[in-house]
């Protein structure tokens, strides 16, 4: 069946590299994305990338993908204690429509 | 503004009293879509929309009930609510249900059912 997972937490001193990891099952994935939760508020789409990328890259973001491991990952250059928040990976896979799986969300905590 | 608004934000009830939460769009979106998020099991999807008058069952409809009259509404409805329908509800859209189109949010509802 489908699946996305997640470790649930990561924490990282301020100005360091995060990397976010996700593992997926589906390999009938078109998009893969990674939203951002702030306490309170919904999530906020922060990038995405088409199955058939290895990497892309968004000023500080850097997103990974290896298909054929199924794992995707997100890197934050220069964290910031505004970066703390949680961290969803999610997949998109067709199913006639498309439908949306999300994993359990990765906790970052910024330590100043 | 562009947004996803979700009413009310929070809501404590008792067992088995019917409770609709509304949720609106501006943006003219064909895809809407109904999720709860619990601890450690991340965003699980209740029911989703492709356009008006059509839904489809998600990963965890039981208990729940929608519809879509109107191309910026897509409510949910618990007829007789129970205490594991406790969550955090968000509601999102998208302009269609294409996989390459991010869904955008609302702030959430947090229903707490004694």
């Known amino acids: 069946g489908e699946d996305v997972e997640q470790s649930l937490f990561l924490s990282v001193r301020e100005g360091d590299s995060s990397v976010i990891n996700c593992t997926y099952t589906d390999s009938s994935s078109t998009y893969l994305y990674w939203y951002k939760q702030e306490p309170g508020a919904g999530l906020q789409l922060l990038t995405y990338?088409?199955?058939?990328?290895d990497m892309k890259q968004d000023q500080r973001l850097t997103v990974l993908l290896n298909k054929k491991d199924k794992h995707l990952s997100l890197r934050i250059a220069d964290t910031q204690t505004g970066d703390s928040a949680i961290y969803f990976c999610a997949e998109t896979v067709p199913t006639g429509g498309f439908k949306t799986i999300f994993g359990a969300g990765t906790r970052l905590f910024v330590k100043a | 503004e562009a947004q996803v608004t979700q009413n009310p934000r929070y809501l404590i009830t008792v067992t088995g009293k019917k409770l609709t939460v509304t949720c609106s769009q501006n943006?003219?979106?064909?895809?809407m879509s109904w999720y709860r998020q619990d601890p450690g099991l991340g965003l699980r999807q209740i029911y989703y929309?492709?356009?008006?008058?059509?839904?489809d069952k998600g990963d965890v409809p039981e208990g729940y009930k929608v519809s879509r009259k109107e191309k910026r509404n897509f409510p949910l409805i618990l007829e007789s609510p129970s205490p594991n329908q406790t969550s955090l509800y968000f509601c999102?859209?998208?302009?269609?249900?294409?996989?390459?189109?991010?869904?955008?949010f609302g702030d959430g509802t947090r229903l707490s059912i004694l």
């Open positions: 929309s492709m356009n008006v008058e059509v839904t």
């Open positions: 943006m003219n979106h064909e895809y």
């Open positions: 999102a859209s998208s302009w269609t249900g294409a996989g390459n189109q991010p869904q955008h």
């Open positions: 990338i088409f199955s058939n990328m």
